[in-house]
């Protein structure tokens, strides 16, 4: 319709110039994985289904759904108590303990996890020095709980992981109309009340929200699992697909992980729109907080301290204890050159996505298509896919793409380059592209929204062409965006594991594959400088939203 509309002349003008075709285009590859991934589950033998129902899924199913709930129910208690002890009081340390409490997510969730069951498992330092101390013999006797369980992984994964839900919390405690709470404190109520009956039902969606962003990240974690002995479903498909080589299994469970991501997607766009408190600046007037004091003042640090403690400060103490001793060792070899392979990565994925986000962003901006804006938002869906589920959609059309080359490179040179695509770099850079994709997006995005569309008129009244208004223009005032967008896909690239694992070429090391299977080893103080290194990296990020909370308000 909208076609006809446009080649007849009646309707808005739906052609699209030369570079907005070309982001039509380039979107397109974007959705191969999922496209993989639906086509394999339709074409399938379906007989596999009642054996893999009968055996391992509902128990990878009822493992993945457990600790999903567990994670999300510890983080929203931990979050939401924090964002409001900071949006609401006053006490001694509350501006070090705002900014500090999105510190957890500096480290990823696999170090940390490494971190706590090699120290505090029944073997590690700390029980075996319990037991010194406390004469214990056998197992029997030890009232400690076992952290290598499905309540070990729940705890450390929360603590990891509750900033999500502080954050998104807190934006929507920061635009709680205070008129609400200064009736409620009319009428009698208390504090503790006013937060119940008016505070969190209206801050409800944010919390879904938040909770929705931590079981995403629970659902891709492969490496916390792996250590805590939780087989879920992603972890399932690692160990079906390389331990055990069965790759037709690994596809129907992809298809199951990737059904309950949409499941959940769904959720949190519903409840974003639900979620009227995070639109908008604050038109309200400004908080009064509260004053603490005496033990109450005390109170409150530390239900702030404690959080940040397990989730960035234990994993980073011991982190550094076993790191220390290996200082003297360098130069490794093998820790350079893993991080050689990250740094070319990272860099790689960097100028793809920052490429693409602003082709994007440049085709969308003065766009009257609203195909055009539907399809290339859609295209950065690639977040929302763990990395096992991207692994196996790309793995297998750059495989059939392999096999197409080879067979045209035999029948013309008699030569066959063997998998130039799925056995190189080429697959791990076009995985780190469509999962990172969105981050690079949403930032230039809020960059392109922040420049008036009357300069692009200007420009163009004084004769400059759409690029020269581009290159400018639009980039000059961009610059910040960029660097916030590069640095965060940076980053991350730097701690993606699970994707690695399955994509990477034979005997190459990223810094996180190398902490992963040092760790699996058992070689801790071998893992630590790596982990170190990439839990610096990550400081980046946490310093930027930082920054952002410092600016958001007092």
């Not at 075709?21 to 289904?49: C, E, N």
């Not at 450390?156 to 919390?169: D, E, K, T």
């Not at 492969?222 to 002995?229: E, H, P, R, S, T």
């Not at 991350?492 to 005997?507: Q, S, V």
Request: include cysteine; charge should be positive.
């Amino acid at each position: 319709m909208a076609a006809s509309e446009a080649m007849s002349g009646d309707g808005p003008k739906l052609a699209l110039t030369p570079l907005q075709a070309a982001a039509l285009i380039l979107s397109l590859p974007l959705f191969l994985p999922l496209a993989a991934i639906i086509v394999l589950a339709a074409t399938a033998d379906g007989s596999g289904w009642p054996a893999l129902l009968s055996t391992v899924l509902p128990s990878m199913l009822m493992q993945t759904l457990l600790l999903a709930a567990g994670v999300a129910a510890l983080t929203l208690v931990v979050g939401a108590v924090m964002a409001w002890l900071v949006t609401f009081y006053s006490f001694p340390g509350r501006n070090l303990m705002k900014w500090s409490a999105i510190l957890p997510l500096a480290v990823p969730g696999y170090i940390t996890a490494f971190a706590y069951v090699d120290y505090f498992s029944y073997s590690g330092p700390f029980q075996t020095e319990v037991r010194k101390l406390m004469g214990w013999q056998t197992p029997a006797e030890s009232w400690i709980p076992e952290i290598r369980s499905l309540g070990g992984a729940i705890f450390v994964l929360a603590f990891s992981l509750y900033p999500y839900v502080y954050m998104s919390a807190r934006a929507a405690f920061m635009r709680q109309p205070m008129s609400q709470l200064d009736v409620a404190r009319t009428l009698g109520r208390t504090p503790w009340q006013a937060f119940l009956q008016i505070v969190l039902p209206q801050a409800r969606p944010a919390f879904a929200v938040g909770a929705s962003l931590v079981v995403m990240e629970v659902m891709n974690d492969i490496g916390a699992v792996q250590f805590f002995g939780v087989n879920t479903l992603t972890y399932g498909i690692y160990s079906t697909w390389l331990g055990q080589g069965d790759f037709g299994t690994a596809v129907q469970l992809a298809f199951v992980l990737l059904a309950g991501i949409a499941v959940l997607i769904g959720f949190e766009q519903v409840m974003r729109s639900r979620d009227t408190l995070s639109r908008g600046g604050r038109t309200h007037s400004p908080i009064q907080r509260r004053k603490l004091r005496g033990l109450r003042a005390i109170a409150a640090f530390l239900a702030l301290f404690i959080p940040i403690g397990f989730g960035f400060l234990v994993p980073l103490f011991l982190l550094l204890h076993y790191g220390w001793r290996r200082f003297a060792d360098l130069p490794n070899t093998a820790f350079f050159s893993a991080m050689a392979n990250s740094l070319l990565l990272a860099v790689l994925a960097c100028a793809g996505t920052l490429l693409l986000a602003l082709l994007f962003g440049h085709a969308t901006r003065n766009s009257e298509s609203p195909l055009l804006s539907r399809i290339t938002r859609f295209a950065s869906f690639g977040y929302a896919l763990p990395g096992t589920v991207l692994a196996i959609g790309i793995i297998v059309p750059f495989g059939f793409l392999d096999a197409r080359i080879n067979d045209a490179t035999k029948a013309m040179f008699d030569v066959m380059p063997g998998l130039i695509l799925s056995g190189s770099m080429v697959a791990l850079v076009f995985a780190y592209v469509t999962r990172f994709l969105v981050i690079a997006t949403g930032t230039v995005n809020a960059g392109f929204e922040k420049i008036s569309p009357h300069l692009d008129q200007v420009a163009r009244t004084l004769g400059r062409r759409p690029f020269a208004v581009f290159r400018e223009i639009h980039l000059p005032l961009l610059r910040p965006s960029l660097v916030t967008a590069m640095l965060l896909v940076f980053v991350d690239a730097l701690k993606e594991l699970p994707a690695t694992l399955l994509l990477r070429p034979f005997d190459f090391d990223t810094l996180a594959t190398y902490v992963f299977t040092s760790a699996s080893l058992g070689q801790l103080e071998e893992a630590a400088l790596p982990a170190l290194s990439i839990a610096a990296a990550g400081l980046i990020p946490v310093f930027i939203l930082s920054r952002n909370l410092r600016d958001a308000g007092n």
